[in-house]
């Protein structure tokens, strides 16, 4: 099996989950009509032959996943909807840029024919954007803890669950519990976007602004002044001095001086007098440095963030239901090479053994049998040819013999040079009649085998192979390849 998280895209993990609700459901809350055993094994048998007897575990599951809701989601219409539903719509960065200029240009036109340099918009705008450019270093610069994101985490799943989970199902229980699966894998994927979505909506209100003024200077003749309740002449050019010297720097547009400043206050004895012309270009050259640029790259950085998120969801195929699901399709199409060491099996213990391996495999499963490799030839087992599709290995031997590291243990070793799964296997017939009433000396011996196995890694099984398999024996096969999760794979 695979040891490493498995990553999909975002379409792939919506089916796979979908498809795991639907089938991890409680009993009852999965209507049959949709779902039957029945279906499981057909979209089992059918992932088999599409995806080949030697794909990897991923390949296998998405062949598998693929088929399943070709039965599934036809039958259900809400199955359908939360499969296609991805919480997202492309058409939203032309809503939000949209959106964003259509806000601008009438938070402009709010100015009338007086270009009021200390009036919102484009000093609240350009506030604004400052804010939120320390709130996001600050985010950058901690990483924020699981208390400080609950709130907001909680407000993306709820999201996330309206989206996701059409009207009319709440009552559904694989689409409720696919829902909030969804929400949480998806929080970071929909974040990104969200955040990208308001990056460019600001930059788009920037660009709104500056577009209101230039219209309005182009049919008006906008004038430019100040006027303010608290603030002097001195303190008004500090401030703009501030906000627009970068401006003036790009654009070679100078500032007036402190006398500048007082001639064009706005006060009772009359209005303002001073063309807007090169204000509006300093306003527009201020909010294109300080917002439209920085948000627009900030938009790049979201885009970037949600493309890799969104090829990025990660299912661990380690979770108990893809574990079930793999072993089920390895044993599916099993086929055992059984490697014997020493002496060939007896005639009863080649019944015993493809009994035993049929009810732990199935009817279809194939068993090779390997010429028996004397003691001293152990080193051959690596060279030993392996028979295409095979997808596990038994190191056969028999209780009687010794178990040795300089003979078995070589033996192990030379096999374990192939990338197969191995699994080690004593035949205890013959040992156990011998020592019938010694059962201490049958422990030593099957506690020996247990050891030398443990050394190289592997799991043991001691079994009465020329008896017929009695359930307890179908068992201790099923737990020893439980103990080698590799078991059953091919590489």
Known sequence: MSADPARLDEASARRVLLVRACETAPPGRMPGALWSPEDAAWATRLANETAGAGAPDLAWLLARTRHACERLLPRSRPLALAAERGGWRPAWVLAAVLGGLVVGLAGDALGGRTLNLLAPPWLAVLGWNLLVYLFVLRQALRRPRPAQTAGLRRALRAWMRARTLPRGTATLGPLAAFSADWAERSAALLAARAALLLHLAAAALAGGLVAGMYL?????????????????????????????????????????????????????EGGATATAAPWIHLCAVTLALTVVVPRLLLALGATLAAARRAHGFVID?????????????????????????????????????????????????????????????????????????????????????????????????????????????????DFARRFATLPARRTERSNAWQALAAAHGLAALSLPLQEAPAEAAVQAFEDALAQAPAAGHCA
């Open 216 to 268: 309005r200077g182009l049919v008006f003749d906008l004038r430019a002044g100040w006027q303010s309740t608290f603030l002097e002449p001195q303190a008004v050019q500090a401030l703009l001095g501030t906000l627009l010297a970068p401006a003036s720097r790009a654009s070679g547009i100078a500032l007036p001086d402190a006398a500048g400043f007082a001639a064009l206050r706005i006060g009772p």
């Open 317 to 429: 195929l380690r979770e108990p239901y893809f574990q079930r699901l793999l072993t089920q399709a390895r044993r599916a199409r099993a086929r055992l090479q059984v490697l014997p060491h020493g002496t060939a099996p007896a005639p009863a213990a080649v019944l015993g053994l493809r009994t035993l391996a049929a009810r732990v495999f199935g009817v279809d499963v194939r068993l090779d049998f390997a010429p028996p490799l004397a003691y001293g030839d152990e080193e051959q087992a690596a060279v030993a040819p392996v028979p295409p599709g095979t997808t596990l290995r038994l190191a056969l031997f028999d209780a009687a013999a010794t178990p040795e590291p300089e003979a078995q243990g070589r033996f192990l070793a030379a096999l374990q040079a192939k990338a197969l799964p191995l699994l080690v296997l004593v035949d205890t017939t």
